[in-house]
C-alpha cells in the first residue's frame, strides 16, 4: 500500500514542478496544452525515480522489498499514467552514466529542450536550476510524509486506483490512449507541420480547391512554401506512414492524433493555415470558413482550374512515379472532417449522401 501514497505523491509533485518550470523559466511560460503535457510527462518520470531512489537510500533496505516496492509503484504509475515507465528510466539511466552524477540533474533540461525542438544551452540550464531547486526545497519531505500516511487512507487511495474505470475520450484527452513513446513520436511529426506556419495578426486561412490533376498541390507548395502550416490529410498520412509503417495496426489512430496537434497547436497560436480539397460541396466547405472567420482569420479560396485531358495525364503521371501520391479526391472528406472536429462541427454533414 505504500507504494500507492508514493505514486499519488509523484503525480502531485510533477504537476506542481511544470506550474513551477513554466512559471520560472521565461520561455517556456506560453507553451500550448501538447508541450505542457511533454513537459509533465519528463517530470512525472524523472519524479518517479527521484523517488524510488529516495526511499531504497532511507526506508528500504533489502534487495526482495526493493524488488517487491519497485514492481508495484511501476504498475501504479502505468495505471494512473497510461505509460509503461521503464524505458524512460532506462533512458535517464542511460544518460546519468554517460555524462556522470551531474546528469542527474541535466537530464531534465536536456531531455524537456530536445522534446520542445528548443536546443538552447542557457535554456537547459535554466529548467535543470529549478528542477534542482525543486529537489531541495521540499520534494524529500513530501515523499517521506507520503510513505507515512495512515494505512487507511492508503487502502483507500489503492482502491480508487484500481477501481478506476477510464474516462469517455474527448479529442483532447486523446494523449491518454498513448504510451509517452507514442505521444512524442507522433508529436515531433506533428510539429514539422506546425513550425512551418507563421502567428500572423490577422492570420491567414487558404483553401485550395479545383478538380483532379489541376496543380493545386504544386501551386500551394510553390506560392505558400512560408510561413505557412500545410495541413493536408494525404501529407499527414504519409508522414505517420513512413515512421510507424503501413501496417502498423494503430496507425489511424496515430494520424487522429497527428491531425488533432497540428489543427489545435496550428488555430490556438493564431498560425497562417494552407489546404487543399476538391471542393464540389459548397455545403460542406461553408461551415469551415466560416468558423475559421470567426475565430479571426482572414479568408482566401482560390479555384484553381485547367484542361481536363491534360489533368488527366498529369494524374495518371503522379501515380505512375509517385508511390506517395494521394489525390484530394480521396483525401477530401477526411482532411475536412480533422477541421470539423477541432471545430467542433457535426461530421454528419460530411456524410449526407451515404
Known amino acids: 500500500m505504500k507504494a500507492a501514497g508514493v505514486n499519488f505523491a509523484i503525480f502531485t509533485i510533477s504537476d506542481d514542478m511544470t506550474k513551477t518550470i513554466r ?4 520561455d517556456l511560460s506560453n507553451l500550448q496544452q ?8 519528463v517530470d512525472s518520470y524523472v519524479v518517479l525515480f527521484e523517488a524510488q ?3 531504497l537510500e ?7 522489498s526493493a524488488k517487491i516496492f519497485e514492481a508495484h509503484l511501476f504498475r501504479l504509475f502505468e495505471k494512473s499514467s497510461g505509460v509503461n515507465p ?4 532506462k533512458d535517464f539511466v542511460d544518460y546519468v552514466q554517460k555524462i556522470g552524477p551531474s546528469g542527474e540533474i541535466q537530464y531534465i533540461g536536456s531531455k524537456i529542450c530536445r522534446l520542445l525542438d528548443k536546443r538552447d544551452a542557457f ?3 535554466e529548467i535543470s536550476i529549478v528542477f534542482a531547486s525543486y529537489l531541495k526545497h521540499g520534494f524529500y519531505e513530501s515523499m517521506k510524509r507520503a510513505w507515512e500516511l495512515p494505512n487507511e487512507t492508503l487502502k483507500e487511495m489503492l482502491d480508487k486506483l484500481e477501481s478506476a474505470e477510464p474516462e469517455a475520450e474527448t479529442p483532447k484527452e486523446k494523449v491518454s490512449m498513448f504510451s509517452g513513446e507514442e505521444f512524442i513520436q507522433i ?3 506533428a510539429q514539422t507541420f506546425i513550425k512551418k506556419g507563421r502567428s500572423d495578426n490577422p492570420p491567414k486561412f487558404v483553401i485550395f480547391m479545383g478538380g483532379i490533376g489541376v496543380g493545386k498541390t504544386t501551386i500551394r507548395k510553390e506560392q505558400y512554401a512560408d510561413g505557412y502550416v500545410h495541413f493536408e490529410f494525404g501529407e499527414v498520412y504519409t508522414a505517420i506512414k513512413k515512421t510507424t509503417g503501413e501496417d502498423n495496426p494503430r496507425i489511424n ?3 487522429a492524433l497527428a491531425c488533432d496537434l497540428i489543427l489545435r497547436e496550428s488555430i490556438e497560436s493564431k498560425k497562417n493555415i494552407v489546404t487543399e480539397i476538391i471542393g464540389s460541396d459548397a455545403d460542406t466547405v461553408s461551415p469551415v470558413i466560416d468558423k475559421m472567420r470567426e475565430k479571426g482569420y482572414d479568408i482566401s479560396v482560390q479555384v484553381i482550374t485547367a484542361d481536363i485531358a491534360e489533368s488527366r495525364k498529369r494524374h495518371l503521371k503522379m501515380v505512375e512515379e509517385d508511390p506517395d501520391y494521394l489525390s484530394a479526391h480521396f483525401t477530401e472528406e477526411a482532411t475536412l472532417s480533422s477541421f470539423y472536429n477541432q471545430l467542433g462541427l457535426s461530421t454528419a454533414l460530411l456524410r449526407k449522401d451515404q
Do not use: A, P, Q
Not at 86 to 89: G, N, P, Q, T, V
Open 58 to 64: 532511507h526506508f528500504i533496505r533489502d534487495e526482495e
Open 23 to 26: 512559471k520560472e523559466v521565461k
Open 253 to 255: 489512430e496515430y494520424i
Open 34 to 41: 501538447e508541450k505542457i503535457n511533454k513537459v509533465f510527462f
Open 86 to 89: 521503464k524505458s524512460h528510466i
Open 123 to 125: 535554456l537547459n540550464l
Open 187 to 189: 508529436g515531433e511529426i
Open 53 to 55: 531512489k529516495f526511499f
